[in-house]
C-alpha cells in the first residue's frame, strides 16, 4: 500500500519461498567470504542474508595469478573457486556464521553434477546453513562451472540432483553468457529450485597493450560491476515473467537506487559483489538508503517494489 | 618483538588531503590528515584508497604508510596508471575515503640487533616507517637503496638522518655507485652479517636480495605487490604462493618470510 | 617484422579478403550515419573504410523516444533502424560518399530474408558499395533483427540467401547475445561471408526509479561502449581460432590502445562506434594512435598485430 | 530574416573555464573561454560539452548558448544529475572541450515588429541572446518569465535591462503575480497580438503555450530538449515528430515552429 510521502515505517521484509530475510540485501557470493573479513565494518545482523563464497568438495588451489583485471566500470576476476573444501567450510565458517542472527546460505560449486550432490550432501547436516545457491555458471574453471548453466539439460540435470539430496529452500545461480536465460530459468524452476540468483559474471578478457599477454594468467574471466547492470537488470526482468519463483537479482550494485532498479525489474531480493570491494560498507547503505527511499515515497512494505516497472 | 597487527580492527576513514607535492620525476609526496588510522598503522601496514568516486575506475589502491607525523599519513606514490594520475591531481582540502591499516607490517625478529633494508626505486615507501621504529629502539640500521637516477632515490634525506648508514647505487651513476643495489647488497650481507633484512622494490630485484640474504643464512622479509581488490582478505585476487599454502598479501602479509615463497608458482609481478 | 625502437615508416594496411583499407580503423554501423555528419571532424579519406547506418528496404520509422539512456560507462540505444529506405540512401547518400576516396560498406537490415535480399540485390547495382555488412544482431526490431543472429540456421539462412545476390565482399555481423558465438561465425562462413563483425550491442534495460518506467520507450535496447569491452575483446578473441575468414572487432573502442587490444586478440580491423558520440575525432586519434604505437614498438605493419596475443 | 545557421562549420573548441558561479538554488553560471564558438554562434543555437573524462559517464551534456561577451560564452545550467554536479565543480581554469555552435537557432520572420518571449524556469537560458539580438534590431520584445520562486527567476535582470517589457508569474508568489506563466502568456497575447511568439520551458508548458499561440493564429517557435548523444545529427537519438516526419533537435531544431510539432507522437520529456 502506498501512503504519499508520509513518515511511515517500511517493512523490509521479503521472502523467497519459504526463507525470510529482514531486508532485500544480500552479499553475492565469492565477494564477501563468509563475511568474517567484513565485520569491522557491516553489521552482519543487519543483512538479508550472507551468501558464502562457493565450496567444492576438496579444496581447490583456484587459478594462477594475475586474478583480477580492472575495466570501465567493472572488473574481471578468475579466481577459480579457491577455497579449503566442504568440510574446511563446515568446520571454520559455519560455526562463526552462526552467531549472527542473519540466514546463511551457502553457494555449492562442482566439477561434475557428483561433486554438487556430495557437497549438498554434506551442507544438508549442518543446521546453519539456511538454503543452497547451486553456482551453475561461474566462467572461470574449466570443467564443469559454467558448462552447467548453459545448457537447459545440464541446469536440469545438476537441479535434479541436488533436489534429490536437499530439503533446504535450493537457489541455482544462472549465467547470463546464453542466447536465452528465459529458458534455463524455466528449466531449473521444473527441477524444483525454490528460486534463482542471477546474473553470475559475463565472460570477459583484457590484452595488455605493453606485454600482449592476457591481463589474467588464465586468459578469460568474469566481469562484474556497474559495467553489467544493464543487461543484469533486462535479464531479472526477462527471467520475473517467465517463471513463478523469486529471484535474487545482482551485476552492480552500488547504490540503493541500483537495488530499486533490481526490484522493479522484478528482484524479490539483491546482492551485492563488486560494490563490497568498491566500499565494504555498501550493503549496510544499500539497507538504509533502501528503507530511505520507501519511506520518501510513501511505500509502506518494501516487497511492493517487486516486479513494479511500468510500461 | 612482533609489529604484527593483524587482529587490529580495520578502520574506514574520510582523509583530507593535507599537501600533495612532486618529490621526483613522476613521484608524488601525500599527506592525508587521517587521525584514526595515523594512531593505529604500524610499519609495513598499508591502506586501501579510493582515489575518486565517479570515476570509470572503481577499484581502490594500495599505497603502504611511509610516515606518520601526529594525524597525518605520509603516502609517496608512483604516477603509472589512472588512479596514480588522478591521485596527483589532488589538492589540498580535497577529501578521498580509506581502509587501513591494513596487512600484518613488518616482523622484528627477537633479538634484531642490526638490520639491512634494502630500497628498490619506490620501495623506499613501507620502509619509512621501519627505519624509524628499529632506529628508536636502538637497532642499528643499514639502508641499501638503489634507483634509476638520484633524483629516483626518494626518502634519500629521511634514511641519511635515520640510519646508521646509508649506501646507494644508481643505474646511471650519478649517485654512489653505478649498477644494480644488488651488487651493494652482496657486499653488505657478507661484510655485516646483519640479523636481518628487509626488502621491497621490483620483484625481479626482490627475489634476487631474498636468494641473496637466504643463501647466506640470514632472516629476510620481502614486502610483496599484489593486484587487490578488497584489500581486507575477502576476494582472494592478491594470493601468494608459499610453503604453507596460498597466501593473501592484503591479510598474511604484504610483508613475507622470504623463506616460505614460493617464487616461481607465484604472480607474474604488475607491469609498472 | 619487428625493429626495436626505430623510426620506420609504419604500413598500415590492412586487407580483408579483398577489400584493401589504407588503415584498420572503420566506423561502426549506426553511430557516423553516412559520415556527412561528421565532415567537419573527419577527414574520410583517412579512414579505413565508412560503414554506414542500416539501411532496410522500405523507410523505416524506428522506435519511439526516449531511444537511449546512459548507463556506466556505456549507453543504451533502441534507436530501431530508423533509415529512409535503401532507394532514398542510394540517391542521397551513396553519390556523397562517392566523392571519398574510401571504401564504402554498407550495413543491410531486414525484417525477413527475403528484405536482406532485396536491400542487397539493389545495393549490388550501385558501384559506389564496396561491401556489404549484414546485420543479423540488431536487437531493436521486433522482427527479425536479432533473432537471426542467436541460431545457426537462421544466421545461415541469411548468410546464404545475401550471398546468393552479391559478389560484392559480405560481411556478417554477429550478436554478443549469444552462448556460443564461435558456432554462429562457422556457421555464416560456411555459407560464404568473407568476413564478420562483432559486437553488436548486449541487450541490456533501464528503469527510472523515479517514474519506475523503463529509460528506454522501447524497454530493452542494446548497450555500448567501453562497459562492454571486455565482452567484445573475448569473443573476438574466441571467433579468431574458430573461423580463417577475418574479423573486425569493436564493443567500446575510444583509444588507440584499445584497437590494439582487438587486434591483438584477432581483429583485422577495428571499429569506432559510441566513441564517435564521446569525442567526433575519435576515428581520426585512434588512426595516428595506432600508428605511434607501432612506430614507438619497432612495428613495421600494423597487420603484425593482428592475433598477436601471447599465452 | 533568419538566423538560421545551420550550413556553418560546427567546431570542436577547448574552452576554458573564467568564472562558475551559482545563481540561484541549484542554478549555476558559467563562462567559457571560447572564441571559435562565440564568434559563430547565433541566438538558440547550443553547444555539447565534454564536462569530464575518465569518468563513468561518457556522453556529451548540450546546453544553449545563454549569452556571448567577446569571445567567452554564458551558460545557465540546473544541477540535476551527475553531469550537471559535475558542472557545478569546475573552477576557474578548468578544461573542457565542446562542440558547437549546433542546431539551427531560432528563426525570426520577415516583418516581425513584436515578439513575445516565454521563458519557463531554465528555459531563460536560450532566450538571453534572443532578446538582446532583436532589441538590437529594434523589434519590441516583451519578456513573460515564470518561475517557482523569485530566486529561481534567472535572468531577470537580462531581460529587465534589455525587453521593453517583462511580466513575472512565480508558483508561490513571491514576485509577480502567483500562478503559472501561462496564465500570463494567455493575456498577453490576447492583448498584444505578437508577431511571433518563442517558449523555452518545461515541455507540458511549452505545449500550452505553443497552443494558445497558435489558437489566436500567432507564429510560434518552441525549442525542444531531447536526449542526445552525438548533438550532430548522425545517431537519431533526439527525434521530434514533426508533420514533415522525424526531425532531428540537434540539427534541424532544437528550435522548432510550433505549428510543425506532432506533440503527440513524441517524446515523454526527461523527467526533470
Ligand atoms: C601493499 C601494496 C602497497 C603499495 N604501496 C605503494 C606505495 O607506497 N607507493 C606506490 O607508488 N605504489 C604502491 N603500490 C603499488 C600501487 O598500488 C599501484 O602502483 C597503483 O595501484 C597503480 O594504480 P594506477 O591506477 O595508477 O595504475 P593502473 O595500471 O591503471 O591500475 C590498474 C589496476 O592494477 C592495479 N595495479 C597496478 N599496478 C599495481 C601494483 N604495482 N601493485 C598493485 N596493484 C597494481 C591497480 O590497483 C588497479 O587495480 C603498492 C601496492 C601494494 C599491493
Ligand atoms: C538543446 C538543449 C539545450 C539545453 N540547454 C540547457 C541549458 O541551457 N541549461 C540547462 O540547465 N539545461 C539545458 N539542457 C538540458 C541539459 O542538457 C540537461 O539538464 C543535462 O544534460 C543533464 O545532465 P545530468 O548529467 O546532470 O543529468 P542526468 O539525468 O544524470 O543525465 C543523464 C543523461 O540524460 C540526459 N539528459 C538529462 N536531462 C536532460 C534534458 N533535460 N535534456 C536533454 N538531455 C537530458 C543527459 O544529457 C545524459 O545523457 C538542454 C538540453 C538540450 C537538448
Ligand atoms: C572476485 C569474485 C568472485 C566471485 N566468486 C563467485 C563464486 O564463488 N560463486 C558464485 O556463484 N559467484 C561468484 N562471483 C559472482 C558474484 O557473486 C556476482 O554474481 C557477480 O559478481 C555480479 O555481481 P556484482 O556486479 O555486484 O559483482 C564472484 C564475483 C567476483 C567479482
Ligand atoms: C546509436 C547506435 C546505433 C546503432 N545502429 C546500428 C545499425 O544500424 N546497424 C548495426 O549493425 N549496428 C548498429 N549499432 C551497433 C554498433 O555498430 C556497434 O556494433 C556497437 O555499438 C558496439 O560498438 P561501440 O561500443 O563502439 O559503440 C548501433 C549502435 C549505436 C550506439
Ligand atoms: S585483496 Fe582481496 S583477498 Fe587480498
Ligand atoms: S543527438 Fe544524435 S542525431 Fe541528434
Known sequence: MTIEGSDINVDMRVRLGTLEFRNPVVTASGTFASGREYADFVDLSRLGAVVTKGVSLNAWPGNPSPRIAETASGMLNSIGLQNPGVEAFCEKDLPWLAQYDVPVIVNVSGHSVAEYVAVAARLEQDLTVDALEVNISCPNVDEGGMAFGTTCVAAAEVTRAVRAVTVKPLIVKLSPNVTDITEIARAVEAEGADAVSLINTLLGMAIDTDTWRPKLARGVGGLSGPAIKPVAVRMVWQVASAVSIPIIGMGGIMTAEDAVEFMLAGASAVAVGTGNFVDPTTTMRVVDGLEAYCRGRGISAVKDLIGAVKF | ?272
Chains 1, 3 share one sequence.
Open chain 2, 1 to 272: 618483538m612482533s609489529m604484527d597487527a593483524s587482529t587490529e580492527r580495520k578502520l574506514l576513514e574520510h582523509a583530507r588531503v593535507v599537501s600533495n607535492e612532486r618529490v621526483a620525476e613522476g613521484v608524488g609526496l601525500i599527506v592525508l590528515e587521517s587521525p584514526r588510522v595515523a594512531h593505529a598503522v604500524k610499519p609495513g601496514q598499508f591502506v586501501h584508497l579510493r582515489i575518486e568516486q565517479g570515476a570509470s575506475f572503481l577499484l581502490r589502491r594500495p599505497f603502504s604508510i611511509h610516515r606518520v607525523v601526529g594525524d597525518r599519513l605520509q603516502i609517496l606514490y608512483q604516477v603509472l596508471g589512472e588512479g596514480t594520475r588522478a591521485l596527483a591531481g589532488k589538492e589540498r582540502g580535497a577529501e578521498m575515503d580509506l581502509i587501513g591499516p591494513l596487512g600484518t607490517g613488518w616482523f622484528v625478529p627477537e633479538g634484531t640487533a642490526h638490520a639491512l633494508l634494502v630500497a628498490g626505486g619506490l620501495g623506499a615507501a613501507p620502509l619509512g616507517m621501519l627505519v624509524e621504529a628499529l632506529a628508536l629502539r636502538g637497532i642499528a640500521v643499514t639502508v641499501a637503496q638503489g634507483a634509476p637516477t638520484t633524483e629516483r632515490l626518494v626518502a634519500r634525506e629521511l634514511f641519511e638522518a635515520t640510519a646508521r648508514r646509508v649506501e646507494i647505487s644508481t643505474d646511471d651513476g650519478s649517485a654512489g655507485e653505478r649498477g644494480f643495489v644488488t651488487a651493494l647488497v652482496e657486499r653488505l650481507i657478507a661484510a655485516d652479517r646483519p640479523d636481518v633484512v628487509y626488502v621491497c622494490g621490483p620483484e625481479a630485484m626482490t627475489r634476487i636480495v631474498a636468494r641473496q640474504a637466504l643463501a647466506a643464512g640470514v632472516a629476510c622479509q620481502v614486502s610483496l605487490e599484489r593486484l587487490m581488490a578488497c584489500g581486507i582478505g575477502a576476494c582472494l585476487s592478491c594470493v601468494v604462493a608459499t610453503v604453507d599454502g596460498q597466501k593473501r598479501a592484503c591479510v598474511d602479509g604484504p610483508a613475507f618470510d622470504a623463506a616460505d615463497v614460493l617464487w616461481d608458482a607465484s604472480e607474474i609481478p604488475p607491469k609498472h
